[in-house]
């Protein structure tokens, strides 16, 4: 675990809310084709487009001189990005950050876990929607599930103490396996969120309304199986937990749509090109890349830049099901 800071945030947005929580993308590849993530035939975005190793390592310094103390590397896959344990180490250094976290799909875990927890990466969510080989092809399209086991077992031989399964809960794709893979986490010691699926992109594989499967709903059918508990526990992030008796694994569950968590929001995003994303659900941004590779002194253009965009982030999104998408970028290229 990082130091505590004592610094004050400085990037409050113009409700109040202190942002100090970033989601930072490294890239929109993907070795996987997720269903609900990207089309099968994806244009990737040219090199030269996304943010350079060096870049990402100074808007990471920047964030937390502002006042951020917990960065989530995302993708894409952030492990086929070169560089990336690098990347990792820089963080890692920065004296203000608090939790140095990443999201994977788990199928590059296996060769670099220990490098990542040697890094000082304090927490990895591993994306796993499903239990079953076939299935898990289904919805990767072309995805080998043992991979992702043999991921989550390195990150346990690395000693991570902190390791969360996040599940995209779709009706008729995977919402029946909800209390196996809840029992699959708690025989493993692992922390499990469920997702509502969110309006990101234009998708041809299913529709959006028919596939929602609300977090209550997935409650009820775990509680069937395993009685559950509420809990205040809070991980920064904007899951609401759960706990089954005699297990110290937390079962969570986030709902944009059902149980909107907006006004407690204390996080953006940042795309791999450099476009902050101050709302999943809505289209404001602001340009970092341009203010650091365009400027003489891009530290300070970029400090500048962060601290004028966060008072225009918006009071809440608006996600409709009905009306679909309502954003036209992925959830690849917004940032896992």
Same mark, same amino acid.
């Given at each position: 675990?990082?130091?505590?800071?004592?610094?004050?945030?400085?990037?409050?947005?113009?409700?109040?809310?202190?942002?100090?929580?970033?989601?930072?993308?490294?890239?929109?590849?993907?070795?996987?084709?997720?269903?609900?993530?990207?089309?099968?035939?994806?244009?990737?975005?040219?090199?030269?487009?996304?943010?350079?190793?060096?870049?990402?390592?100074?808007?990471?310094?920047?964030?937390?001189?502002?006042?951020?103390?917990?960065?989530?590397?995302?993708?894409?896959?952030?492990?086929?990005?070169?560089?990336?344990? +690098? #990347?990792?180490? =820089?963080? @890692?250094?920065?004296?203000? &950050?608090?939790?140095?976290?990443?999201? %994977?799909? $788990?199928?590059?875990?296996?060769?670099?876990?220990?490098?990542?927890?040697?890094?000082?990466?304090?927490?990895?969510?591993?994306?796993?929607?499903?239990?079953?080989?076939?299935?898990?092809?289904?919805?990767?399209?072309?995805?080998?599930?043992?991979?992702?086991?043999?991921?989550?077992?390195?990150?346990?031989?690395?000693?991570?103490?902190?390791?969360?399964?996040?599940?995209?809960?779709?009706?008729?794709?995977?919402?029946?396996?909800?209390?196996?893979?809840?029992?699959?986490?708690?025989?493993?010691?692992?922390?499990?969120?469920?997702?509502?699926?969110?309006?990101?992109?234009?998708?041809?594989?299913?529709?959006?309304?028919?596939?929602?499967?609300?977090?209550? +709903? #997935?409650?009820? =059918?775990? @509680?069937?199986?395993?009685? &559950?508990?509420?809990?205040?526990?809070? %991980?920064? $992030?904007?899951?609401?937990?759960?706990?089954?008796?005699?297990?110290?694994?937390?079962?969570?569950?986030?709902?944009?749509?059902?149980?909107?968590?907006?006004?407690?929001?204390?996080?953006?995003?940042?795309?791999?090109?450099?476009?902050?994303?101050?709302?999943?659900?809505?289209?404001?941004?602001?340009?970092?890349?341009?203010?650091?590779?365009?400027?003489?002194?891009?530290?300070?253009?970029?400090?500048?830049?962060?601290?004028?965009?966060?008072?225009?982030?918006?009071?809440?999104?608006?996600?409709?099901?009905?009306?679909?998408?309502?954003?036209?970028?992925?959830?690849?290229?917004?940032?896992?």
């Amino acid at each position: 675990m990082h130091p505590t800071s004592t610094l004050s945030p400085a990037l409050i947005d113009s409700f109040g809310r202190a942002i100090t929580y970033v989601r930072l993308s490294v890239t929109d590849r993907c070795d996987l084709r997720c269903i609900y993530c990207m089309a099968e035939d994806m244009t990737f975005l040219p090199r030269a487009q996304v943010l350079s190793i060096e870049e990402l390592a100074m808007l990471g310094k920047t964030l937390c001189e502002l006042g951020v103390t917990k960065l989530r590397i995302t993708g894409g896959e952030p492990l086929i990005r070169g560089g990336i344990v +690098e #990347l990792m180490q =820089q963080l @890692g250094q920065i004296p203000q &950050l608090q939790e140095l976290c990443l999201t %994977t799909n $788990g199928t590059h875990l296996a060769q670099h876990a220990q490098a990542l927890k040697d890094a000082g990466v304090d927490r990895i969510n591993i994306s796993l929607d499903t239990l079953k080989p076939l299935r898990f092809k289904q919805l990767t399209r072309f995805g080998d599930i043992n991979q992702v086991f043999a991921g989550i077992k390195a990150a346990q031989a690395a000693g991570f103490q902190h390791i969360k399964l996040n599940c995209v809960a779709l009706k008729h794709y995977n919402a029946d396996e909800a209390p196996e893979l809840v029992r699959f986490a708690l025989g493993e010691g692992l922390d499990i969120s469920f997702i509502e699926e969110m309006p990101l992109g234009k998708i041809n594989g299913h529709g959006r309304a028919a596939e929602f499967v609300s977090s209550a +709903e #997935l409650r009820e =059918q775990i @509680g069937k199986h395993i009685a &559950l508990e509420p809990i205040s526990t809070d %991980t920064g $992030g904007p899951s609401r937990y759960w706990r089954a008796a005699g297990f110290e694994s937390l079962i969570g569950f986030i709902s944009p749509h059902s149980e909107n968590f907006c006004s407690s929001c204390n996080r953006v995003r940042v795309t791999a090109t450099g476009k902050l994303i101050l709302c999943l659900g809505q289209e404001n941004s602001a340009d970092l890349r341009s203010a650091m590779r365009n400027n003489p002194e891009p530290e300070a253009a970029l400090r500048e830049t962060l601290l004028n965009a966060i008072v225009h982030k918006p009071e809440k999104h608006d996600f409709d099901l009905a009306d679909e998408p309502q954003i036209l970028r992925f959830m690849s290229m917004t940032g896992g």
